[in-house]
T-cell receptor, first 111, second 112 residues
Framework: EDQVTQSPEALRLQEGESSSLNCSYTVSGLRGLFWYRQDPGKGPEFLFTLYSAGEEKEKERLKATLTKKESFLHITAPKPEDSATYLCAVQPLSGTYKYIFGTGTRLKVLA | EAQVTQNPRYLITVTGKKLTVTCSQNMNHEYMSWYRQDPGLGLRQIYYSMNVEVTDKGDVPEGYKVSRKEKRNFPLILESPSPNQTSLYFC???????????FGQGTRLTVV
């Protein structure tokens, strides 16, 4: 069964304290892996798409990496405005175009 | 401005009273989708549509219907809502089935 697991569930960091969020997935072939950011009361906002193992993408303080079994979202020197829930989603390589989301990591960055 | 618009934002209804949540996008996207978000369960896909008149089930389609008669609109229909459909609903669209999705603001539905 296709599955996505995110860890940790919640993370508190001091401003400037770098860390990583994990997204482990089990799918029979991967079409793509997506990272989104969600602020309270709002819809998810797209961050990155990764399509193949070894791929990396960066945007400001965020860097996403992908292996055959997991993806990491690295946050370098976070700021309070990075506080949000970070969601990972995978799209299996089966004939359909379904998405499977993890339950997210709630990040709180303290000033 | 490129956007996905859902209406209503908030809705309280009674069990069994049919309702429709509308979703419209102005980006000429092929792919549209509906999700529900529940605490501890995350976002779960209800239905998706690859193009006009093409729809398919996600992971939790029971109790929901959709239609895609026009490219820009993808309404979610609850024919006979029940309390277990109380949730936060999101509509999303993307240019293709495997590209970044743009999400609406969400619809908070309460069924009593």
């Amino acid at each position: 069964e296709d599955q996505v697991t995110q860890s940790p569930e919640a993370l508190r960091l001091q401003e400037g304290e770098s860390s990583s969020l994990n997204c482990s997935y089990t799918v029979s072939g991967l079409r793509g892996l997506f990272w989104y950011r969600q602020d309270p009361g709002k819809g998810p906002e797209f961050l990155f798409t990764l399509y193949s193992a070894g791929e990396e993408k960066e945007k400001e303080r965020l860097k996403a990496t992908l292996t055959k079994k997991e993806s990491f979202l690295h946050i370098t020197a976070p700021k309070p405005e990075d506080s949000a829930t970070y969601l990972c989603a995978v799209q299996p390589l089966s004939g359909t175009y379904k998405y499977i989301f993890g339950t997210g990591t709630r990040l709180k960055v303290l000033a | 401005e490129a956007q996905v618009t859902q209406n209503p934002r908030y809705l309280i209804t009674v069990t069994g009273k049919k309702l429709t949540v509308t979703c419209s996008q102005n980006m000429n996207h092929e792919y549209m989708s509906w999700y529900r978000q529940d605490p501890g369960l995350g976002l779960r896909q209800i239905y998706y549509s690859m193009n006009v008149e093409v729809t398919d089930k996600g992971d939790v389609p029971e109790g929901y219907k959709v239609s895609r008669k026009e490219k820009r609109n993808f309404p979610l229909i609850l024919e006979s809502p029940s309390p277990n459909q109380t949730s936060l609903y999101f509509c999303a669209s993307s240019s293709r089935g495997d590209t970044e999705a743009f999400f609406g603001q969400g619809t908070r539905l309460t069924v009593v």
